[in-house]
């Protein structure tokens, strides 16, 4: 929507806010710069900023080579600057643009504006009762929904968290300058503070010196829920009541569901990272019930005093008599527990604080007793009664549960409806451990744990690596069946160091669920996961360390071959009687699948990867119905497109009907955990934008698929997957070409995960989505979200189907969500930066040819995209996105070239075997950083 049509549509002038507040920020960046390092550099900040923006107007081929003059000529300690200074802009503008996004909403919740996208929670809930829908049906689909999302650890965040704090805090600034009741000072005073964080930001590196442990990454992804979420989910579902009280439905959310769950990867994804052992394992799982603790004894001490009810019900008296007395013991005497409030004495005349302080002891002793273990403190944590050491949520939400039938049987209903709802939903979400701990590995390591120990075994045994899959399954099923145990307590002898890992994170996996809690871990999930004995070979290893409760196990589906073959997988599965009675008994008759939309793109092409990803949910939901199995799709998101991102409303919308099922798994990741998570409104919006796709997509499916759809889709992802693999697999020199025209090879030195890039040595197929993706965006290719989407566009054509993609575009969920993703990706694409690139970093004249054949595609695929879409300009159909990426696009195009003289300088340093200057390094990190804010897209 333009400016024109903004200021008719809204009572309010919503482009003047952003605007002053990107050039307030641009104007404090570039003061500080100058205060820093000096006219020179803010004056050549400002040539560099006027080029490129007089290039970015005219696209001329004269002003382009003026700038690469200009960056070429500057010393690099001035360009590391300029470049810093870009970066910062970047990451400033993402703040002023969430901001925006926050004030545009606010504005509509007030009556004073439109809004383009209806996701809101009463919106949905009117919408859905002008359908035809109950209030009725509407509030029970939505009490028994659940949404898990799972925080990860791959190294998609480029900016580091010193940064991001103070970018937070900037925000939050913005916000209160917003408010209309400010006095003079109290503007000035924000202004002071706002140039504080702002001479903060600039004085802290931006470069990440040393690469991140696994430790650091599980405790940022706590750090995620203690900052924001852990207020938000309860806020957001008091928001969600008073929408449902609008629609006739009173009492709001019930105590006892679970809306939101929310689980993390860091310190449990061991798949190709060598760093996460089980001792990580064991560590992450104690920090997070440390964390939890020390939350839940701030609210609880909160709630004690809020609640100085001098009555209470009968039966809560009662309740009261038969608590015990938390004791720590040492040497046989009781030790006194202090608190900042009612340490000594609760009176009996207030029964709610005495409930409450008996929690208090046990969470208190809780906390001690994990921080004793991670600071292997184990004298200390040998003096707590483990009796007394809270191991379920049901142990905390017993006594909560009492405190509110007595205030509901007395009739203060709001004041439980008050705090103690916001703690038992907190329970509810979050546990004993914040988050849920995920384990995964790849199906080869475990394939090497069963080899070893079945040439252990040995007499007469055959070694795992040389059965069949149909002996594998026999094997395997028989042991299930059996009771006797294939590992010695002592170990396998002579066994390589990765099997002795693979046994100890099986050995501690069954330690954490006896000795601190069933629930502390999520799902174990095998990635590359091929045939059916994949699954079985876990679950024969799980029992051989005999858990409390198995961890459920989740097959990955990341590639083609995987996708298509995952029906005869769950089948195989399936007709094992110990599996179904397993998934009976341990795990509700519920089986979770994994599937990867990163592994998948890169192997096929998005298209392929879409739809194959598409026509395999459908299947595999078939056969679990087929055996009454209730399926559920954990569903392996990246940031990017190229990896199954965008907006989320989107793609759950755009899922196969009897797929998602009131449950939604789903992996956030990198700079999207930031976006959806990085303020308190925005957790806000994040949780009801899910909360209300979800329920939309199970009321109202899109299920008018046409046949006539099918087929085309059909044949257009075999057309595109033939013609990707015949440039990615089969083009001679491809490999060499990606590895000189991207950074790729140089991507390590960022230091932004703990995870290596490659599984092992070899081509494009051993590469990680994350770098394959990030790289070609580096370079502004974007190749691997477009290639073979023309090829595909222009053969339906060519067969008379030009007007039915039209109305699939018009009418199917799943094709406009596909189709406008990737137009998306498309505007962020330039061949004229992609072609300096070849220039300057590829070697080989005749590797040109490649690039040249590349860049001539990407033009012939926008064209065919936009006929598609009908856009006359990319991202017609979507106006914001299209002003937001139009107000970057020239602070990206020097930081391409800053990004290319580095990486010559840097590549030439190699050739004569020396390290290249630290301030040459120095500038690409940053470039690479700038490029990735200002794309807003990483891996």
């Known amino acids: 929507m333009n400016s024109s049509l903004m200021k008719r549509v809204d009572s309010v002038d919503f482009t003047s806010p952003l605007q002053a507040n990107v050039e307030l920020l641009t104007s404090l960046l570039v003061s500080v710069v100058e205060q820093h390092c000096g006219e020179a550099v803010a004056g050549a900040f400002e040539k560099v900023r006027t080029l490129s923006r007089l290039y970015d107007l005219t696209h001329e081929e004269k002003h382009f080579e003026e700038l690469w003059s200009l960056v070429q000529e500057l010393p690099i300690d001035d360009l590391v600057k300029i470049c810093s200074t870009f970066s910062n802009l970047c990451n400033l503008t993402n703040i002023a643009d969430h901001v925006h996004r926050i004030r545009r909403r606010r504005a509509y919740e007030r009556g004073e504006s439109s809004f383009l996208l209806h996701y809101g929670a009463?919106?949905?809930?009117?919408?859905?009762?002008?359908?035809?829908?109950?209030?009725?049906?509407?509030?029970?689909?939505?009490?028994?929904?659940?949404?898990?999302?799972?925080?990860?650890?791959?190294?998609?965040?480029?900016?580091?968290?010193?940064?991001?704090?103070?970018?937070?805090?900037?925000?939050?600034?913005?916000?209160?300058?917003?408010?209309?009741?400010?006095?003079?000072?109290?503007?000035?005073l924000l202004h002071m503070r706002i140039e504080a964080e702002m001479n903060a930001l600039w004085r802290t590196d931006e470069v990440r010196r040393s690469r991140p442990k696994p430790e650091d990454e599980a405790r940022a992804a706590l750090n995620v829920i203690t900052s924001t979420v852990w207020d938000s989910v309860p806020r957001f579902l008091r928001l969600l009541d008073i929408a449902l009280r609008k629609i006739g439905i009173e009492g709001g959310i019930p105590l006892d569901c679970r809306p939101f769950v929310f689980s993390s990867w860091a310190g449990g994804d061991r798949d190709g990272n060598p760093n996460v052992t089980a001792q990580v394992t064991w560590e992450t799982v104690l920090l997070n019930r440390f964390r939890a603790a020390e939350l839940f004894l701030e609210a609880i001490e909160s709630l004690m005093f809020d609640l100085s009810l001098h009555y209470c019900s009968p039966e809560l008296r009662k309740y009261i008599q038969t608590l015990p007395e938390p004791q720590l013991v040492e040497k046989g005497a009781r030790i006194s527990l202090i608190y900042r409030e009612f340490s000594h004495h609760v009176p009996p005349s207030e029964p709610y604080r005495q409930v409450l302080a008996h929690v208090r002891d046990r969470v208190r002793l809780t906390r001690d007793y994990f921080g004793a273990l991670l600071s292997q403190n184990h004298a200390l944590a040998d003096q707590i009664d483990p009796s007394i050491v809270l191991t379920h949520e049901e142990e905390l939400l017993e006594p909560l549960r009492q405190i509110y039938a007595s205030l509901l049987a007395e009739s203060d209903v709001a004041v439980a409806r008050a705090g103690l709802t916001d703690l038992i939903r907190r329970v509810q979400a979050f546990g004993l451990s914040l988050l849920r701990l995920d384990i995964r590995q790849e199906a080869s390591m475990h394939t090497e744990t069963m080899d070893a120990i079945t040439r252990y075994i040995g007499g007469g045994l055959k070694p795992y690596t040389e059965m069949t899959e149909a002996e594998r399954m026999a094997f395997l099923s028989e042991t299930l069946q059996g009771r006797r145990p294939l590992i010695p307590r002592d170990g396998i002898p002579d066994c390589s160091a990765a099997v002795q890992e693979v046994l100890r994170t099986f050995e501690v996996c069954a330690k954490i669920s006896r000795e601190i809690s069933t629930t502390a871990l999520g799902a174990y999930v095998i990635s590359m996961c091929m045939e059916p004995s994949d699954v079985l070979c876990v679950e024969v290893l799980q029992r051989e360390f005999a858990p409390k409760r198995p961890q459920r196990?989740?097959?990955?589906?990341?590639?083609?071959?995987?996708?298509?073959?995952?029906?005869?997988?769950?089948?195989?599965?399936?007709?094992?009687?110990?599996?179904?009675?397993?998934?009976?008994?341990?795990?509700?008759?519920?089986?979770?699948?994994?599937?990867?939309?990163?592994?998948?793109?890169?192997?096929?092409?998005?298209?392929?990867?879409?739809?194959?990803?598409?026509?395999?949910?459908?299947?595999?939901?078939?056969t679990a119905r087929k055996y009454g199995v209730h399926l559920r799709f954990f569903h392996g998101r990246g940031g990017t497109v190229g990896r199954g991102g965008g907006p989320q409303h989107l793609a759950i919308?755009?899922?196969?009907?009897?797929?998602?099922?009131?449950?939604?798994?789903?992996?956030?990741?990198?700079?999207?955990?930031?976006?959806?998570?990085?303020?308190?409104?925005?957790?806000?919006?994040?949780?009801?934008?899910?909360?209300?796709?979800?329920?939309?997509?199970?009321?109202?499916?899109?299920?008018?698929?046409?046949?006539?759809?099918?087929?085309?889709?059909?044949?257009?992802?075999?057309?595109?997957?033939?013609?990707?693999r015949s440039i990615v697999y089969k083009q001679p020199n491809f490999v060499r070409y990606f590895r000189c025209a991207t950074p790729e090879p140089e991507l390590g030195i960022l230091n932004i995960g703990s995870r290596p890039q490659k599984r092992r040595e070899g081509g494009v197929e051993t590469l990680r989505a994350i770098p394959w993706v990030f790289s070609w965006s580096q370079n502004r290719l974007?190749?691997?979200?477009?290639?073979?989407?023309?090829?595909?566009?222009?053969?339906?054509?060519?067969?008379?189907?030009?007007?039915?993609?039209?109305?699939?575009?018009?009418?199917?969920?799943?094709?406009?969500?596909?189709?406008?993703?990737?137009?998306?990706?498309?505007?962020?694409?330039?061949?004229?930066?992609?072609?300096?690139?070849?220039?300057?970093?590829?070697?080989?004249?005749?590797?040109?040819?490649?690039?040249?054949?590349?860049?001539?595609?990407?033009?012939?695929?926008?064209?065919l995209v936009m006929r598609v879409s009908g856009s006359r300009r990319l991202l017609d159909n979507d106006r914001p996105q299209q002003r937001a990426i139009d107000a970057r696009r020239p602070w990206l195009t020097p930081m391409n070239l800053a990004q290319v003289r580095a990486l010559k300088l840097m590549r030439t340093a190699a050739a004569q075997q020396s390290e290249p200057e630290s301030n040459v390094t120095d500038l690409f990190v940053i470039s690479v950083k700038a490029l990735a804010a200002g794309l807003q897209n990483t891996g």
């Open 122 to 188: 009463a919106e949905t809930f009117e919408y859905l009762v002008k359908a035809g829908f109950t209030p009725e049906e509407i509030y029970r689909n939505l009490c028994n929904q659940t949404i898990d999302m799972v925080l990860t650890a791959h190294p998609t965040q480029s900016v580091r968290r010193s940064l991001l704090s103070k970018l937070h805090s900037i925000g939050m600034l913005l916000i209160e300058l917003d408010r209309n009741d400010l006095t003079p000072q109290e503007r000035d």
């Open 553 to 622: 196990v989740v097959p990955l589906l990341e590639t083609i071959g995987a996708l298509q073959k995952a029906t005869e997988l769950l089948t195989s599965l399936f007709e094992v009687p110990w599996y179904r009675e397993h998934l009976r008994s341990d795990h509700d008759n519920v089986q979770e699948v994994m599937i990867g939309y990163s592994d998948s793109g890169k192997d096929g092409g998005r298209i392929t990867s879409a739809w194959e990803l598409y026509l395999g949910q459908e299947r595999l939901a078939q």
């Open 782 to 863: 974007q190749l691997p979200v477009w290639l073979g989407i023309g090829d595909a566009i222009e053969d339906a054509i060519e067969r008379g189907d030009g007007d039915t993609l039209r109305k699939m575009y018009l009418e199917w969920p799943f094709f406009r969500s596909f189709m406008d993703l990737i137009e998306m990706v498309l505007a962020k694409a330039d061949t004229h930066i992609a072609a300096k690139y070849d220039e300057v970093l590829v070697p080989d004249p005749d590797m040109h040819a490649i690039g040249s054949e590349l860049r001539r595609r990407l033009q012939h695929t926008i064209a």
């Open 653 to 724: 919308m755009s899922q196969p009907p009897d797929t998602i099922n009131k449950y939604l798994r789903v992996t956030i990741q990198g700079e999207v955990i930031q976006q959806d998570f990085g303020m308190p409104a925005l957790a806000d919006r994040t949780l009801e934008t899910f909360t209300t796709a979800v329920l939309r997509q199970e009321l109202m499916p899109f299920r008018n698929v046409h046949p006539k759809w099918r087929e085309i889709m059909d044949r257009m992802s075999h057309v595109s997957c033939e013609h990707y």
